[in-house]
């Protein structure tokens, strides 16, 4: 059974940046198409960042530019480095599959507020 493990979410200004992690315990997604995905409170779950085991990347519209997401097959380990963030990126972050998997996480807070 893959679980998997978000951490590296806290409290930032505007402005700020963020570096998540997520790392997978049980299993390998080394060939797998990686995602992260963010909900905010009364919203639904939805992916702003993916990538293929090539290193292919894609972002929604609203994170372009501003985060990058990466991946480390020898780690097991999927990154998001969220950079000038703002007040529409607070959210609870998690990581998945492209296919949603596995079972969900625990995600990671994420709070922009000054």
């Known amino acids: 059974q893959v679980q998997l493990v978000e951490s590296g979410g806290g409290l930032v200004q505007p402005g700020g940046s963020l570096k998540l992690s997520c790392t997978a315990s049980?299993?390998?997604?080394?060939?797998?198409?990686m995602g992260w995905y963010r909900q905010a409170p009364g919203n639904m779950r939805l992916m702003v960042a993916s990538?293929?085991?090539?290193?292919?990347?894609t972002y929604t519209g609203s994170v372009k530019g501003r985060f990058t997401i990466s991946r480390d097959d020898a780690k097991n380990t999927i990154y998001l480095q969220m950079n000038n963030l703002n007040f529409e990126d607070t959210a609870t972050y998690y990581c998945?599959?492209?296919?949603?998997?596995?079972?969900w996480g625990q995600g990671t807070q994420v709070t922009v507020s000054s």
């Open positions: 998945n599959t492209r296919k949603q998997t596995f079972n």
């Open positions: 049980g299993g390998f997604f080394t060939d797998m198409d």
């Open positions: 990538i293929t085991p090539d290193r292919y990347t």
